[in-house]
C-alpha cells in the first residue's frame, strides 16, 4: 500500500487510542484520560455540530479504511476527526476506535453495512431524539437505491485526489437494495465478477466508505442549516408485505428494507391452486371431495375479485398444520388444491378432524375435514 502522505501531515487533530498499544502505553492513556475527565464537566447530548466539508469527509474515510479504521470507523472517524479540528471538546476525548466493532458488518458477520453504522452513530451523536430517525433513514436510503461507488467516488480516484492509492482505476457500480454487508458486497462481486479478497473489492468499500461519509456530512450540514428535506420513501416491496406484516397482525416484521433479497420466495406453498372456471359470484371454500377421505383429498374455493389468498390446514386444537397457499395474490375465479395429509415438515398427520380455512383481505370461512385410516 502507497500512501502519499502521512496521517500526521492529514490530520490536524488525531485520536490518541490507536489499535496495537502496547500494555504501558493504553494504561497511560487511561490515567491521562480519566485525570482529564476528573477536572470537566459531562457534555450535555446531543454534541455541538458545524458545518463541515464533504470532500474532506470523503477523502479522510477512504484513508482511514486502509489504515485501521476498516468502513465502521473510518466513516465515524473521518467526521470525528474534522470535528475535533472545528470544534475541539468534547470531541478531542472520543476515539473513532470505539467504532471498530462494526467493521464486515459486525466483527465480520455481514449484518449492516459498518459504513452506514458509522454514519447513523455520528448522526445520534449530534442530533435529538426527535431527529436522528428522519436523517438516519435518508442516510440508509441512498445508500440502499443509489449506484455505489458514486460517480464521484470513481472521479476522485481517476483524478487522483484520495491519499491512498491501491487501485485508481473506475469501478464497476450495483444497487444493493439493502442495508445488510453480505447483500451488498456480494452483489457487486456478482456485478463487477471480482472476489470478496480481491483488491478491487476492498477499493470499493473504500470509497464507499468516502460516500457515505460525505453524505452524512450533506446530510447534518442541511440539518442544521434549517434546509434538509427527506426524499426518503419506504420500498414498495417492505410496504406491500407490511399490509399483512404490520404491528397489528400475527407474524409483524420490522422493516423498511426491500423483503426480496433474502425472502424471495417469502410465500412458498404446496403448488398453484388449478383454475376451473371464470368468475364466480361469491366468496367460498367448498367442503372438501373426497370426505373422509386417505390420504389426499381435494378443496374448492371462488374469488369473485381477485385478492391475496391463503388457504391453511389446522389440527382441532388449531395449530397450523399446512399451508397450502401462503399470502399469494390470485385473480378473480374458482380454484381447487389438493391437501396430501402431511404437515409443513413433510410427516403424514395422524387420523382426526382437521380445519382448512380460506382468509383473503375481504372473506374468512373454514370447512372441517375427516382423515381416516
Known amino acids: 500500500m502507497k500512501n502519499n502522505i502521512t496521517r500526521k501531515d492529514f490530520l490536524v487533530n488525531s485520536s490518541k487510542a490507536a489499535v496495537g498499544l502496547t500494555a504501558v502505553g493504553a494504561l497511560s492513556s487511561l490515567i491521562t484520560t480519566a485525570t482529564a475527565k476528573a477536572g470537566t464537566k459531562d457534555t450535555a447530548w446531543p ?48 476515539p473513532k476506535e470505539i467504532m471498530l466493532f462494526g467493521g464486515g458488518g459486525g466483527a465480520g458477520w455481514g449484518s449492516l453495512c459498518g459504513t452506514l453504522n458509522g454514519g447513523a452513530a455520528i448522526i445520534s451523536l449530534v442530533t435529538d431524539a426527535a431527529s436522528y430517525g428522519a436523517l438516519v433513514k435518508e442516510l440508509w ?70 460516500d457515505i461519509a460525505a453524505k452524512t456530512v450533506e446530510i447534518l450540514n442541511a440539518k442544521f442549516a434549517g434546509t434538509f428535506i427527506s426524499t426518503y420513501t419506504r420500498d414498495p416491496v417492505a410496504a406491500g408485505c407490511l399490509n399483512c406484516h404490520s404491528a397489528a397482525q400475527k407474524y409483524a416484521v420490522m422493516t423498511e428494507m426491500s423483503c426480496t433479497p433474502c425472502h424471495s420466495s417469502a410465500h412458498t406453498s404446496t403448488g398453484s391452486a388449478q383454475e ?36 391453511a390446514i389446522y389440527d382441532i386444537q388449531g395449530t397450523l398444520v399446512k399451508n397450502l397457499i401462503n399470502h399469494e395474490d390470485y385473480n378473480s375465479g374458482t380454484y381447487s388444491i389438493k391437501w396430501n395429509g402431511k404437515n409443513e415438515f413433510g410427516h ?26
Not at 296 to 301: A, R
Open 276 to 311: 376451473l372456471s371464470k368468475i364466480p359470484q361469491n366468496y367460498d371454500i367448498l367442503q372438501n371431495y373426497p370426505n373422509p377421505f386417505n390420504p389426499s383429498t381435494t378443496i374448492k374455493f371462488s374469488l369473485p375479485t381477485p385478492d391475496k389468498v391463503q388457504v
Open 47 to 94: 454534541w455541538p455540530y458545524v458545518a463541515l466539508d464533504p470532500d474532506e469527509a470523503r477523502k479522510n474515510a477512504h484513508y482511514l479504511y486502509y489504515n485501521g479504521g476498516a468502513c465502521c470507523a473510518g466513516v465515524f472517524g473521518s467526521i470525528l476527526d474534522l470535528l475535533k479540528t472545528n470544534v475541539g471538546d468534547p470531541f478531542n476525548s472520543l
Open 348 to 373: 403424514q398427520v395422524a387420523s382426526g378432524v382437521y380445519i382448512a380455512r380460506i382468509l383473503t383481505n375481504k372473506f374468512s370461512k373454514a370447512i372441517k375435514m375427516n382423515l381416516l385410516k
Open 141 to 210: 436510503g441512498w445508500y440502499s437505491t443509489e449506484k455505489l461507488p458514486s460517480d464521484t467516488a470513481n472521479d476522485f480516484a481517476t483524478q487522483n485526489k484520495y491519499l491512498v492509492h491501491n487501485f485508481d482505476e473506475s469501478l464497476p457500480q450495483s444497487i444493493a437494495g439493502s442495508v445488510l454487508c453480505h447483500v451488498s458486497v456480494t452483489d457487486w462481486c456478482v456485478t463487477a465478477d471480482k472476489t470478496v479478497g480481491s483488491t478491487e473489492r476492498k477499493e470499493r468499500c473504500a470509497r464507499i466508505a468516502g
